[in-house]
């Protein structure tokens, strides 16, 4: 065989499985005997018209497995109505025989690979067998394969359709992920490593400073609260119904992460320009950005002592400044789940983010997301 038709012979059954039976299934199997029998009923200069009645009566049970045994069904409603059609030297007239494209329809939406191409050749067998047993016309016989094609094809443009469609929902979902990934890093990591920095202090002036230990497990417990509520937060919107989504973090929040306590490094928030006007979802970007950007220099940076943050909203966009003062490294870290994810935030928004050694010393971050493309 060759390689189109040995990939379509080798092609699964249509993802996702089609439903078992659905409602319209049992409408079809009472509506078509009835159908039958009235134009049964009507057109008496039909011959055998009442054969027929009964034969296509008891062939429309045949639609309930049309999904689950497609090639099946339609072998079987093809065998019977071609073995009578020759038997009576004639094929059906009844209009009610056209329900037989809907087994031909549900063997190119639901069927294998082998079952489209047994299928497309046990239709073409039969109408040889009916036009030998009743020659028909030239018009006759091109109408009877038009109709099969096209009923052929609108069962493939559907599967298609809707395997397109299952694509973009894996899609969507895998970008959903990778979204609720670094959302919860960068919150979880924040405060983990705020409570982490708490830690060592406390440890550091137990034995002399008792009233500072205290302190530091006050703030211990302020920050494992924060990092409980957003975490609830987070899982609460992920539990809500789409009209019941919390809010997302936006400029104003950058505030929080402001602190000048001595038993960490102090983190000055310095916001500038037309906080109002940025959209949610780039003040949104930026807040993880800054809140991630802060962390890092918490755990990374060496004999830090000062964070500053800086935000600037112009007209040509936000612009984003984490800078420490903490000893330069040698050459840049290895990038991980946080630098990529504020790499990948930026980069969603067309924009851009870098990090790197500071003039002068320290550690940068700095983040520029684009004015164009913004939408209230």
């Not at 063997?107 to 028909?136: D, E």
């Not at 440890?203 to 500072?212: E, K, L």
Request: aromatic content about 6%; glycine content about 8%; charged content about 20%.
């Amino acid at each position: 065989m060759t390689s189109p038709v040995r990939a379509l012979w080798d092609a699964p059954a249509a993802v996702p499985a089609p439903p078992r039976r659905v409602w319209r299934d049992w409408v079809l199997v009472v509506a078509i005997p009835l159908l039958a029998v009235v134009e049964a009923s009507v057109r008496t200069d039909v011959p055998w018209r009442w054969l027929w009645a009964v034969v296509l009566a008891a062939l429309a049970p045949t639609l309930l497995w049309r999904r689950s045994r497609p090639f099946t069904m339609l072998g079987i409603a093809f065998a019977v109505g071609t073995t009578v059609g020759l038997a009576t030297a004639g094929d059906p007239q009844l209009y009610t025989t056209a329900y037989f494209l809907i087994l031909l329809y549900a063997v190119f939406r639901w069927g294998s690979g082998r079952a489209m191409i047994a299928g497309g050749a046990l239709v073409v067998i039969g109408m040889l067998l009916t036009f030998v047993a009743s020659p028909p016309d030239v018009a006759d016989i091109i109408g009877g394969v038009a109709v099969a094609v096209t009923t052929s094809t609108l069962g493939l443009a559907a599967r298609w359709r809707r395997r397109a469609r299952t694509r973009e929902l894996e899609q969507v979902r895998l970008l959903e992920r990778e979204e609720l990934a670094r959302d919860l890093h960068d919150t979880v990591a924040h405060h983990v490593s705020a409570i982490a920095i708490q830690a060592q202090a406390g440890s550091a002036v137990a034995a002399t400073d008792p009233s500072a230990t205290v302190q530091v497990l006050h703030a211990i417990e302020a920050e494992a609260t924060r990092t409980l509520r957003e975490m609830r937060a987070m899982v609460g919107v992920l539990r809500a119904p789409d009209d019941a989504l919390a809010p997302t973090p936006g400029l104003a929040g950058i505030r929080a992460l402001e602190r000048m306590d001595a038993a960490a490094p102090a983190v000055a928030v310095r916001l500038g320009g037309d906080l109002e006007s940025v959209p949610p979802t780039v003040a949104a970007s930026v807040f993880r950005i800054a809140q991630e950007a802060v962390t890092n220099a918490r755990r990374h940076a060496r004999d830090v002592t000062r964070i500053d943050v800086g935000v600037d909203v112009d007209t040509d966009g936000v612009r984003l400044e984490v800078r420490d003062d903490g000893a330069g490294a040698a050459s840049a870290p290895s990038p991980g789940y946080g630098i990529t994810g504020m790499r990948e935030r930026a980069a969603l928004l067309g924009g851009t983010c870098d990090s790197g050694p500071a003039p002068g010393g320290g550690w940068i971050v700095a983040a520029t997301l684009p004015r164009a493309g913004w939408t209230a």
